[in-house]
């Protein structure tokens, strides 16, 4: 079994940054990707970045792309994500996710994670 374990949410203004960081533990052989999802109330869950330890590639779901990044450490099974210029439209729960073989697509639906973390929340208010 894996266990993701997040921190670095919080409160921040509209234009401000986060980091939030993920660290796998457990049986992370069994761990070829990494990203995070997100849910906002009343909302389903959303696909927001993810990396492939094989392949390099990152992948940003259009609303975030240009102002969030995402960066990790394979040997570690740690994964971070740096959000720039917030919106008050980000404001949401952040689940760390972590998927095994396949391609980065995989990592955009919730039927490609394997394992998930408890959520952060970020807020930003207007």
């Known amino acids: 079994q894996v266990q993701l374990v997040e921190s670095g949410g919080g409160l921040v203004q509209a234009g401000g940054s986060l980091r939030l960081s993920c660290a796998a533990s457990?049986?992370?052989?069994?761990?070829?990707?990494m990203g995070w999802f997100r849910q906002a109330p009343g909302k389903e869950r959303e696909f927001v970045a993810a990396i492939s330890w094989s392949s390099g590639m990152a992948g940003f779901a259009d609303s975030v792309k240009g102002r969030f990044t995402i960066s990790g450490d394979k040997d570690k099974n740690t994964v971070n994500l740096q959000m720039n210029s917030l919106k008050p439209e980000d404001t949401a729960v952040y689940y760390c996710?972590?998927?095994?073989?396949?391609?980065?697509?995989?990592?955009?639906?919730?039927?490609?994670?394997?394992?998930w973390g408890q959520g952060t929340q970020v807020t930003v208010s207007s």
């Open positions: 457990g049986r992370p052989f069994s761990i070829y990707k």
């Open positions: 996710a972590a998927g095994g073989p396949g391609t980065i697509q995989t990592m955009r639906g919730i039927g490609g994670i394997d394992y």
